[in-house]
């Protein structure tokens, strides 16, 4: 059990391109969350996958942002035509059930210049 | 929904302090409590949790009892160390049961100096 693995780590980019950051969940979890943490504040809630299927999605999910997870292993967050504002840490976590808290990965920075 | 709020920050404590953290929740329900730390450039991991009314979560000295009476979880340590210097969430489901994802406090920076 390596856990819950991000690449990259840290991304700089210009306004208006385009970033996919991966995640790589603990193997035998069939649950995947991503969340957004902007500087002082708590995790927000951005998007659910349970297997292959994206079973939730936030209203902080514009329709820049996609995420998927082809095979139920492995996901990718994409933000398309990024903004300053999208500048914030992105976390994933992976869980087996509901009930018992989640795994988080070391989450993604990403800095919209 | 449910919601959780914590006190402010930033708490700084000399090593062998006391530690409380308070954390208030409005909910529907009794649902799961957690709380969650963060190291320094690090994702979160969780601290512990409470399930039920009365129960009390624990790990690496911290404490926690779910008190229903007063809507509160708050994180407790009898001694804190210089390695407990992080970021503390609080967290629960957004309502009802379950908690397939989880609604976040502010977080609580914690500064413990030797």
């Known amino acids: 059990d390596t856990g819950v693995s991000q690449d990259p780590r840290h991304k700089i980019t210009k306004r208006g391109q385009n970033v996919t950051f991966r995640c790589d969940p603990i193997?035998?979890?069939?649950?995947l969350y991503w969340y957004r943490q902007t500087l002082g504040q708590g995790p927000e809630f951005l998007t659910y996958?349970?297997?292959?299927?994206?079973?939730?999605k936030s209203r902080l999910l514009s329709d820049r942002f996609s995420a998927e997870r082809p095979k139920g292993s492995f996901s990718t967050l994409e933000i398309q035509r990024t903004e300053q504002g999208d500048s914030a840490m992105y976390l994933c976590?992976?869980?087996?059930?509901?009930?018992?808290?989640?795994?988080f990965g070391s989450g993604t920075r990403l800095t919209v210049v | 929904g449910n919601s959780v709020t914590q006190m402010e920050g930033p708490v700084t404590l000399s090593e062998e302090a006391f530690l409380t953290i308070n954390c208030t929740y409005t909910?529907?329900?009794?649902?799961?409590l957690f709380w969650y730390v963060q190291y320094p450039g690090e994702g979160l991991q969780l601290l512990l949790k409470?399930?039920?009314?009365?129960d009390k979560g624990s790990n690496k000295g911290f404490e926690a009892t779910y008190r229903k009476e007063t809507t509160s979880f708050h994180l407790e340590k009898g001694s804190v160390q210089v390695s407990d210097s992080a970021v503390y969430f609080c967290?629960?489901?957004?309502?009802?049961?379950?908690?397939?994802?989880?609604?976040f406090g502010k977080g609580t920076k914690l500064t413990v100096n030797p």
């Open positions: 976590a992976s869980s087996l059930r509901g009930g018992r808290g989640y795994t």
């Open positions: 193997s035998e979890h069939n649950r």
């Open positions: 996958f349970q297997n292959e299927a994206q079973l939730e």
């Open positions: 909910a529907t329900g009794y649902p799961s």
């Open positions: 409470a399930t039920k009314a009365d």
């Open positions: 967290a629960l489901p957004p309502q009802g049961g379950g908690s397939e994802k989880l609604v």
